[in-house]
């Protein structure tokens, strides 16, 4: 696909401005606005159009219903037995606060800029221990924990993070409704004790402010149904389905169709397939061919899995790994479901089955690589369980884990661990 390139078109909009601004000096200043308006409504016209081409979700290849979905998918997938459960879920769950954290001070980051800050501050690169510099240390991160808290010396817990935050949220949603939840049930919960949201899961909880139904939420003045916001919720699925990736990939669409459509409900089925699938194995890759069973083979995101899995083993660092992803996805949005899920399962090849390789060769790829850690985290933990996870990442937790949810500021890990357990032997 060729994405559309409007760089010089917001030159041409930031000169309309400046202009603007010169003419109101001069004393133009109707004029300006009447020059501005002009554009302006051209612009809404083109919006318009383009917008009627792009919501046109539902395809043959992939399709928004579940039972279609389901009818598209490989399939194949049969519970499987899980041994050491609890230490395979303590990994789970460390795994994913770890890759956050390490990912949140260098989120977007250029390899560039990244290797610089290792340089800087003295670590090896990918990196193999926490940021101990972080850029800004004084701002808010979602409007709650200072970035210091996200360094080495600095931390005291798992800071804050909508990773973080969606999978506590995740465990919530099955706590109240059980495992068949609906994604009337997921929009009950949000309108409840979600204060704020970006980019889609913005737009769908604004939507259900304003009265619209869970159903409709996601579809309406929404640009953003492919990105990677909802598969970043899927793990707390695959963690109380751990060895189920069926029932973890239906609780992912029912999540998921909240805010997304097309590839981006599809990555969230996909991630909470793997991950419940990492409960069942000892190999790194086998959780990512399980999960594509459960996509449509029809749709993008399954083609790219494809190629993904067909180019890892071919790769040798970090930089090959990104450099293949930019020449694939060339135009895609930074924070697509699809660039990233590629970067994620680079990682798991390159990783070996180490928890720190792989962690760290994800961070080091960038793009949205809080995300991709955080995600990558859950399934190596899963499969290597928390004995294989070294001290050094965990210890700063403290057991303690910050949340934005509405009075819930603080969990303590252990108790957020056995909740799942409990979910994942009653599932």
């Not at 250029?110 to 340089?119: F, Q, R, V, Y």
């Not at 981006?264 to 000892?282: C, H, L, N, Q, R």
């Amino acid at each position: 696909m060729i994405y559309p390139d409007i760089n010089n078109l917001r030159n041409q909009l930031n000169q309309l401005a400046d202009y603007g601004a010169l003419a109101a000096e001069y004393g133009y200043s109707a004029e300006a606005k009447e020059a501005a308006a002009t554009i302006e409504a051209a612009l809404q016209k083109a919006i318009s159009a383009v917008k009627n081409l792009a919501e046109e979700h539902a395809t043959a290849n992939e399709p928004a219903k579940y039972e279609d979905i389901l009818a598209l998918c490989p399939g194949g997938n049969t519970p499987q037995k899980v041994e050491n459960l609890q230490d395979r879920m303590a990994g789970a769950v460390l795994g994913r606060f770890v890759g956050c954290t390490l990912g949140a001070p260098v989120e977007m980051w250029s390899i560039h800029d990244m290797k610089a800050a290792a340089k800087h501050g003295g670590i090896d690169f990918p990196p193999t221990d926490y940021w101990p510099v972080v850029s800004r240390p004084w701002d808010l991160r979602y409007g709650v924990d200072p970035m210091e808290k996200y360094s080495r010396d600095g931390m005291d817990g798992v800071p804050v993070d909508d990773d973080v935050t969606y999978t506590i949220l995740g465990l919530l949603i099955i706590e109240r409704y059980g495992f068949d939840f609906t994604v009337a049930d997921v929009g009950e919960i949000w309108k409840e004790i979600l204060p704020y949201a970006c980019t889609a899961e913005d737009v769908a909880l604004k939507n259900l402010q304003k009265g619209i139904a869970a159903a409709q939420a996601g579809e309406i003045d929404n640009p953003f149904i492919q990105w990677i916001g909802a598969d970043i919720r899927a793990d707390g699925f695959g963690y109380a389905a751990a060895g189920n990736p069926r029932l973890a990939a239906k609780m992912g669409y029912e999540d998921a169709y909240l805010s997304h459509r097309r590839n981006g409900i599809y990555g969230e089925m996909f991630f909470a397939a793997a991950i419940a699938a990492a409960f069942a194995t000892d190999c790194p890759i086998e959780p990512i061919k399980v999960a594509m069973k459960e996509i449509p083979s029809t749709c993008t995101l399954y083609k790219d899995m494809e190629w993904a899995l067909e180019v890892g083993p071919t790769l040798t660092d970090y930089q090959a790994a990104r450099d293949a992803v930019d020449q694939r996805f060339a135009g895609m949005s930074p924070v697509h479901t699809n660039n990233n899920a590629a970067l994620t399962v680079f990682g798991l090849f390159l990783g070996k089955g180490d928890f720190t390789a792989t962690i760290a060769n994800v961070i080091a790829m960038g793009l949205d690589n809080d995300c991709t850690g955080a995600t990558v985290g859950s399934i190596i933990g899963a499969v290597v369980g928390a004995k294989n996870v070294p001290a050094h990442w965990t210890k700063p937790f403290n057991n303690k884990v910050r949340t934005y949810l509405t009075g819930m500021p603080d969990f303590e890990i252990s108790d957020v661990i056995e909740r799942f357990v409990k979910l994942a032997q009653k599932g």
